[in-house]
């Protein structure tokens, strides 16, 4: 089951336009996150989790490669 979306947020918290797939797993997310910053040179950023239930913020993950 789906629960989490996901989007990728720059340091002013502008969103990159990264496809992260919806999804249930946390770590998936930040793998596939990290992938794509080692590919694009974003040395640090931040995931953002949201609710797919209720399209809440549910949580930020630093992200530093």
């Given at each position: 089951m789906k629960r989490y979306w996901f989007a990728l947020m720059d340091a002013?918290?502008?969103d990159l336009g990264v496809l992260i797939p919806d999804g249930s797993s946390k770590p998936t997310a930040v793998n596939r996150a990290k992938k794509w910053m080692k590919e694009n040179g974003v040395k640090s950023a931040q995931l953002q989790v949201n609710s797919m239930i209720?399209?809440?913020?549910l949580d930020f993950i630093e992200i530093e490669l």
């Open positions: 002013e918290y502008n209720t399209d809440n913020l």
